[in-house]
């Protein structure tokens, strides 16, 4: 039986936004995402509870208590803690963990690597190597998703903007100009193992489509990253358009998803697409370069109010 353990004092880890290939690079194709720096910050300390492990992120409602035996109501969440703290070896009990998320939970930006990578700091502490906290937070993103393909766990722990295939080392890549962006939340949770299970069903009753699907995404990801580092946002946006309709094809857009990138286009934006997971979440937009922030904005919620008669949040993101 290991010792108790005293865990790091803080952690912090990053969210991300995928611009193209989502789902697809679970099958081994490239996919384009960026960091969204710090999008979660843990801080921990010792405890009077010595047989419990406490964990509060109050913007996510979160308020857990962990005990050495799991209870009869444990969901994926507790599974995916215990199974991080188990995985290093590490008892964890007499601790109090206390988050601050800049980033939405269950939305697609990177909620559930960030925790686990925050987490492995915690576990691991300071002199902890990138790898072995990437492969520490993909124990528990193995809980909360059953196949991930790692991209979010990657940009949790190293941050930037990478083109990711699995299995291969990630390139990073400089942008010639930061490239601004808006993300739309459609305040509908949900869970990417489903969204992920929902496409391998589809996939798997028309298995003639899987490999010309697959090198769709691929050639529509090369497109993508040639047009960024072109600077061609109109043509980039185009191709995140015929990537949320591929992505719809798939089943994993709404009506509600659908509705948000069409105001975001009348609103002026060169392309949207529904980022992540999809069944809910975010939509990610690029706007146009001749509007400023607070412009785009005013038309954006215009839009929203004209076609969903509610305007949902939305947030810039800027990638350097
Ligand atoms: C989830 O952020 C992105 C998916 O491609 C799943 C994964 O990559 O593991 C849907």
Known sequence: MPAVSKLADSAQANGKVILGGEHAVVYGCPALACAIPAGLSLRCQASAKSDLLELQIPSWE???SLSATPGPTEDRLDAAIRAIFEHAQIEPW???IEGQAQLVAGAGLGSSAALCVALAKLALGPAASQQALYDLSMVGEAVFHGTPSGIDSHLAVHGGFVRFTRGQAPETFELAAPLRLWVISSQTPRQSAQQVEKVR???QRHPGLAEPLWSL???QVQSMQAHLLAQDLSALGEVMQMQHHLLSS???STDLLDGLCQAALQAGALGAKLTGAGGGGCVLVLPPAKLSQAEFSGALERAMQEIMGLV???FP???E
């Open 94 to 96: 007499g601790h109090r």
């Open 62 to 64: 979160l308020d857990r």
């Open 201 to 203: 069903d589809r996939v």
């Open 250 to 252: 798939l089943g994993v």
């Open 312 to 314: 949902y949040p939305h």
């Open 217 to 219: 995404f691929g050639a």
């Open 317 to 319: 993101v800027e990638i």
